[in-house]
């Protein structure tokens, strides 16, 4: 998901409150940009292979994290799943604001999405974007809410909850691990005309892109 521009009031690492934290995740230092994978490429559009005990702890899946971590923050998002850098893993990483101004940074392995009852979810209609759609935006209805059970990169449990834009942000990259883009929760026409916005607009957004890892000597 693209990102916004507000500064946090406070930092949440792996729901885990911290007393200060980077502009960038210190992964992204250690990090190489990747290649984001755009709509239409198979990887997008299947559900991704579990992370297993072989993965955890492993130096291939660190790089990984800190290589989608770089790749973000180039890309301008706030999350990013392991097939958007052609990756087959179901893992993402993010590093996105709540509707509180609350900063949320981590990344989850194996993510699920908890079923959350009925009276709990509350739907929120709002403009979403995508990486791997680049350009466009839709709206799209989303609980308010979000409850996402998996595992950071050691093995470790973990529960990440969240509302409003975070919630959207978690909804969404979960989407991904399962192959789904958000343009499939559309309308038949709203998505015929997303995907005609990206072929206009991706151009100019690859060539953004490429200032800015250029800018960041990436």
């Known amino acids: 998901m693209p990102t916004p521009t507000e500064q946090p009031k406070a930092v949440y690492v792996l729901s885990e409150l911290v ?80 509707d509180a101004g609350v900063r949320h940074v981590g990344h989850l392995c194996n993510p699920v999405l908890d079923d959350l009852p009925a009276a709990e979810r509350v739907l929120d209609e709002e403009d979403e974007g995508c990486l791997s759609v680049p350009g466009p935006y839709k709206r799209v209805a989303r609980p308010h809410r979000a409850v996402v059970r998996g595992t950071d990169m050691h093995g470790t449990p973990l529960v990440i909850e969240g509302t409003g834009f975070f919630a959207r942000c978690l909804q969404h990259e979960t989407d991904h691990v399962n192959g789904y883009l958000y343009i499939d929760r559309l309308s038949k026409r709203d998505r015929k005309d ?20 250029e800018a960041l000597g990436g």
């Open 19 to 98: 007393d200060s934290y980077p502009h960038r995740a210190p992964q992204a230092e250690r990090g190489t940009l990747l290649r984001v994978t755009v709509a239409g490429e198979p990887i997008l559009h299947r559900p991704l292979k579990p992370v297993t005990e072989a993965d955890y702890g492993s130096e291939r899946l660190a790089t990984l994290i800190d290589d989608m971590f770089a790749t973000l923050y180039v890309a301008e998002g706030v999350g990013l799943a392991a097939n958007q850098v052609d990756a087959d893993l179901r893992l993402f990483v993010y590093d996105c604001p709540d």
């Open 194 to 213: 997303a995907l005609r916005q990206m072929e206009q607009m991706r151009e100019e957004i690859f060539a953004r892109r490429a200032a800015k890892a």
